[in-house]
């Protein structure tokens, strides 16, 4: 009997396992089964599909507890994510709505509203001005403005480096600033010390701003931020950022700045002199120099103001340093080139100042989120900017900011705040309420107003209180 049930086995190996299934099934597994179909799905509601099933097995006592036991297993994936700032984002003041967050420490994106749509920046393209300045010019660089001789007796040149902080008396808004009465005083005491021109009269002066070429204000700017007191134009010679008032941020601006900052030197000449642009003779013998402030000083000054002046000559700066060109053009070149060292790809990036003034600008707030990682690690010089940068309710652009509800985030942002007339934006690092640390990038375009400071600062204090539990739906 043995030997033939298994040569029945060893003939038909599948016809036999399958009927042993059955079989276990019938004998250990059908009352279960029957109480599982009878019983349905969550709530008591028969499942969709489900077949009713009778059986007369004896169906074991129901277990008092009615939940389920949950297996002990680990949760697959990242964490759950439940905080949403779903009603922030939708807040009409925010008009046309880009943004995104990231977690720092992982890179992982939280919240993403178009993110990697290119878009006008206003003054946080400063940001990336200063990332460039860095990056190409380094924190201790200082540009020169200089006078040598001219090419006719009583005739000398003053070349602009491009130092628009220079001051046209003995200080001015800017930090640190080189003095024109110092440039002045080295000249007097050369020109009276050179037996060739001791005695001679100062008669002229040449003033070269050649280092800067091109349009002096970019085409898509508003002429209103010159009246205004917001910008002056792009030139390499200039003192005071071209300010009437030298010691306020926001000062009437003149039509000439060249001719401002030759008039300016003439009168700590204590001269009289004929003005004219032109440009040094070559190998010209040098008569005096002053320097600026470093760039790592210059940097917060630009970012705490949001002077426009300042950006436009560090951009420029960047430009001429790398050779690209030394006009409006060549920023879209340069500031792109000189990004791409922190290993960013700068494909997407349209540049067309350095200020944020502009409206062709383009600059996905995908970007900005993988710079201010950058900036919050402090990677090569960045430290500069995440020092300089202004902190909410507290310092700079942002000291008014974050009132009422928004307060909860006093202290723990970062940022740079923008503004012209179809836009407002806010972009930085926010060191959030459960420790975690995000960068982040919001711009409110189109139809705006004033009020859409508020709504930024309500957005960004809400993904503070959220932290890494921020949702994106």
């Not at 009778?54 to 009615?66: G, I, L």
């Not at 779903?86 to 992982?108: I, K, M, N, P, Y």
């Not at 436009?312 to 050779?323: F, H, K, P, Q, S």
């Not at 923008?418 to 934006?425: A, E, K, R």
Request: glycine residues 12%; charged residues 15%.
């Amino acid at each position: 009997m043995a030997g033939g049930l298994w040569g029945v086995v060893r003939r038909h190996p599948r016809a036999w396992l399958a009927g042993a299934a059955t079989l276990a099934f019938v004998l250990l597994g059908g009352s279960a089964f029957a109480v599982g179909a009878s019983v349905g799905g969550a709530g008591g509601e028969t499942l969709p599909g489900a077949v009713p099933v009778t059986s007369t097995a004896t169906v074991a006592p129901e277990p008092t507890s009615t939940q389920r036991p949950q297996p002990q297993v680990a949760p697959v994936g990242g964490p759950v994510r439940t905080c949403s700032v779903a009603e922030e984002v939708s807040d009409g003041r925010l008009g046309t709505f880009l943004g995104q967050v990231r977690d720092a420490a992982t890179g992982e994106v939280l919240l993403d509203r178009s993110g990697t749509t290119p878009a006008r920046t206003a003054s946080v393209m400063k940001v990336l001005t200063s990332a460039a300045a860095l990056a190409v010019l380094g924190p201790d660089h200082r540009v020169a403005t200089t006078v040598v001789k001219g090419s006719t007796p009583g005739q000398i040149v003053l070349v602009g480096g491009g130092d628009i902080t220079l001051a046209s008396g003995s200080s001015n808004i800017y930090t640190d600033s080189a003095s024109m009465l110092d440039l002045a005083a080295q000249v007097k005491q050369a020109w009276s010390a050179d037996p060739t021109t001791s005695g001679t009269p100062i008669t002229s002066i040449v003033l070269d701003a050649s280092v800067f070429s091109g349009d002096r204000w970019q085409p898509s700017w508003n002429r209103k931020e010159q009246r205004d007191g917001y910008s002056s134009e792009v030139t390499g010679l200039q003192v005071d950022g071209d300010r009437a008032e030298p010691s306020a941020n926001v000062s009437a601006r003149s039509d000439d700045a060249v001719a401002r900052a030759g008039q300016a030197f003439a009168d700590a000449l204590g001269v009289s002199p004929a003005l004219s642009e032109g440009v040094a003779p070559a190998g010209a013998a040098q008569l005096g120099q002053v320097l600026s402030a470093p760039v790592s000083t210059m940097i917060p000054d630009a970012l705490l103001r949001s002077d426009n002046t300042e950006a436009e000559m560090l951009a420029r700066l960047v430009a001429v340093e790398l050779g690209v060109g030394s006009d409006f053009a060549a920023l879209n070149v340069a500031i792109p080139q000189a990004l791409a060292k922190y290993g960013l790809d700068t494909s997407g990036l349209t540049i067309a100042d350095g200020s944020g003034l502009s409206d062709d600008n383009g600059v996905p707030p995908d970007f900005l989120t993988r710079l201010f990682v950058k900036i919050q690690n402090q990677e090569a010089d960045l430290s500069v900017i995440y020092h300089g940068l202004p902190v909410a309710g507290k310092t700079g652009t942002l000291s008014g900011r974050f009132g009422g509800s928004a307060s909860v985030a006093v202290g723990h942002v970062i940022a740079k705040t923008g503004w012209i007339d179809t836009g407002y934006t806010l972009s930085g690092i926010i060191e959030a309420a459960d420790g975690t640390v995000l960068t982040f990038a919001f711009f409110a375009l189109d139809d705006v107003g004033d009020s859409a400071k508020a709504a930024l600062d309500s957005l960004t204090a809400a993904a503070y209180t959220c932290g890494g539990a921020l949702s994106n739906r």
